[in-house]
């Protein structure tokens, strides 16, 4: 005997969520999608690490009072 559901469901959001759960099978590399990923495979962490790099030793937090400037010089 089958449970009587209070939920109805929608076939638009059912498709939609299964469209989700398979977005790898239908993958492809595009001039788009390659770009997307240069930029958070490559861009990014290259654009961190150059900050990382620039500021570097540049700030002493360390025992500062009120006044005192934070750039060593």
């Given at each position: 005997m089958a449970v009587p559901s209070f939920l109805k469901v929608?076939?638009?959001i059912e498709?939609?969520?299964?469209?989700?759960e398979d977005a790898y099978?239908?993958?492809?590399?595009?001039p788009?999608?390659?770009?997307?990923t240069m930029c958070g495979f490559v861009l990014v962490p290259?654009?961190?690490?150059?900050?990382a790099s620039k500021t570097?030793?540049?700030?002493?937090w360390a025992?500062?009072?009120?006044?005192?400037?934070?750039a060593q010089a």
């Open positions: 929608d076939p638009a498709r939609w969520n299964r469209m989700r099978k239908h993958f492809r590399f595009t788009r999608t390659t770009w997307v290259g654009a961190i690490c150059y900050l570097h030793l540049k700030w002493n025992g500062k009072r009120k006044g005192e400037a934070l």
